[in-house]
C-alpha cells in the first residue's frame, strides 16, 4: 500500500503582539504557529482535540516538540503552515511541520508527539480502537 499523505496548509499573518523589539517573530510564538497548523490539521481530518475527549474519553497532550529555526518571520508578513501526519505503529499522534514566509522559503521545520491518556489520566500503550478505525478509514 501507498503511503497516504494527510496534509493541510493554512495562512496566517504575523501579529504586532508576537513579535520582538527587532520586528520579528519571537521565537516561542513559533509554538503557537504549530498548536494553529494541529487544530486545523484535526478539523480537517475529523479528528479535533474536543472529539478526541468528548466523544472517544481521551486527551492527547504534546509529550515531544522539535523546533528547527531556519529564518525569521516579521511583523505584517504572511506566512503557511503545513501540517503533515506521519504514521506509526504505536498509540500516539506524530505530526511534523513545515512553515514558509511569502517568498515561498522555510522558515521553521518541526516534528510533536502527542499521546493517548484515558479520562483517569493513564497513559494508553494500546492504540485506541477509535484511533484504528480512523487510521484504517483514510487507508493507513
Not at 494527510?6 to 504586532?16: A, G, N, Y
Not at 503557511?80 to 499522534?93: D, G, H, L, S, Y
Not at 505530526?95 to 518541526?110: F, K, S, W
Not at 484515558?118 to 480512523?134: A, R, T
Request: hydrophobic share 35%; glycine share 8%.
Amino acid at each position: 500500500m501507498s503511503e497516504v499523505q494527510l496534509t493541510e496548509r493554512i495562512t496566517t499573518r504575523v501579529r504586532f503582539d508576537e513579535v520582538d523589539a527587532l520586528g520579528i517573530v519571537w521565537h516561542g510564538n513559533y509554538v503557537k504557529y504549530l498548536e494553529d497548523g494541529r487544530e486545523a490539521w484535526g478539523r480537517k481530518f475529523g479528528i479535533p482535540y474536543m472529539t478526541i475527549y468528548r466523544e472517544h474519553g481521551f486527551s492527547v497532550p504534546l509529550v515531544k516538540l522539535n523546533l528547527d529555526y531556519k529564518r525569521p518571520l516579521r511583523y505584517e508578513e504572511h506566512c503557511v503552515i503545513e501540517t503533515r501526519f506521519v504514521n506509526c505503529e504505536a498509540a500516539k499522534i506524530q505530526l511534523e511541520y513545515t512553515i514558509y514566509n511569502e517568498a515561498g522559503e522555510v522558515v521553521l521545520t518541526a516534528e510533536s508527539t502527542q499521546v493517548f491518556l484515558n479520562k483517569d489520566g493513564e497513559l494508553q500503550l494500546i492504540m485506541p480502537e477509535f484511533f484504528k478505525k480512523w487510521k484504517h478509514g483514510r487507508g493507513i
